[in-house]
């Protein structure tokens, strides 16, 4: 479990620590809860940098979270496909891949002709914004329609940082209950969609019910779509790709309408700050670019 985000602190929730002698409190959760917040903090600054950086090149990032072997990469694999079949070639792909371990996701996309950069968090259990950052000296994002941040699997971490992105999608597999909304409603109350992955399954799953999942979903105030979907046998693959390809169109809209002052000297979305310069694979680990 990551150090920084409070998933392996206790004492986050603990009761305050005993105050020493000159009143002052003895570290303990005060400490811990600062630090959090700093890292937050800085986190949303880099995310904006980050944000900055997509709209510039136009391009529409969507981060994928769920838990793991929800169907995350099988998803994009599939979308893959999918899209390469619209008019025209579709938009132009490009995957950020965050895991534990191993490069087994990105070559699985890489094998797709798409260019996929992987990150091994070795045990951080989320992406943050500075990774990304860095990953962005790997992808050419000029050349790029629409980029996919595959977040590592986990239903709670994940959820409380910005990575600079778009739009966030949450992937709940019939396997892994109905109720899972509930349970983890920091992530589902902000997702802006809601994909009930292996449907292929539901026949032979008498428990799971997707309009319990999409309740409970509502529950949280959320009013995101929220519908089932199949890497194995395409069900409602066509309704994402739409999803999808509607997004990429609304951002390219919203971002041709941008003041042409904002536009020109860069105070949109208060990230353009410090924009003045270029992550290209050529600069790759120069460690000039810091935000
Ligand atoms: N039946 C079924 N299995 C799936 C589907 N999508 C993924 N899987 C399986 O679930 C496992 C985990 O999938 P993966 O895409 O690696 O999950 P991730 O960890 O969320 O990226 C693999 O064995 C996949 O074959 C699906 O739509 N239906
Ligand atoms: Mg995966
Ligand atoms: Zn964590
Ligand atoms: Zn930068």
């Avoid at 940098?49 to 994928?64: G, K, M």
């Avoid at 986990?154 to 940082?161: M, Q, R, T």
């Avoid at 349970?183 to 809601?194: G, H, M």
Wanted: with cysteine; charged share 20%; net charge negative.
């Amino acid at each position: 479990m990551c150090q920084s985000c409070g998933c392996a602190s206790a004492s986050v929730s603990a009761p305050p620590h005993p105050a020493t002698a000159d009143g002052a409190a003895a570290g303990g959760p005060t400490r811990t809860i600062d630090v959090r917040q700093a890292i937050l903090a800085d986190n949303d600054r880099i995310a904006a940098h980050n944000r900055a950086h997509f709209d510039a090149a136009e391009v529409l990032v969507v981060n994928l979270m769920s838990s793991p072997g929800a169907g995350k990469t099988a998803l994009l694999e599939a979308t893959v496909g999918a899209l390469a079949q619209r008019p025209g070639g579709g938009p132009r792909l490009a995957v950020i891949e965050g895991d534990l371990e191993t490069d087994n996701d990105a070559r699985r996309i890489r094998a797709r002709g798409v260019p996929a950069v992987q990150i091994t968090t070795g045990g951080a259990c989320h992406l943050d914004a500075t990774m990304i950052h860095d990953a962005l000296d790997d992808l050419d994002l000029a050349a790029l329609d629409l980029l996919f941040i595959e977040n590592v699997g986990n239903l709670v971490c994940p959820a409380g940082f910005d990575l600079g992105h778009h739009h966030a999608v949450a992937l709940l597999a019939t396997t892994e209950g109905d109720d899972k909304p509930a349970k983890y409603p920091v992530l589902f109350r902000t997702v802006d969609l809601v994909l009930i992955s292996k449907a292929d399954l539901l026949p032979y799953l008498d428990d799971f019910s997707t309009q319990r999942a999409e309740a409970a979903v509502r529950a949280l105030a959320n009013e995101a779509p929220v519908f089932p979907t199949s890497a194995r046998d395409g069900t409602g693959l066509q309704g994402w790709i739409d999803w999808l390809v509607a997004r990429v169109a609304q951002n390219r809209e919203a971002l041709a309408s941008r003041p042409v002052d904002a536009a020109a000297h860069g105070h949109v979305h208060g990230g353009r700050e410090g924009l003045g310069h270029a992550h290209r694979p050529a600069a790759r680990h120069a460690g000039a670019d810091r935000p």
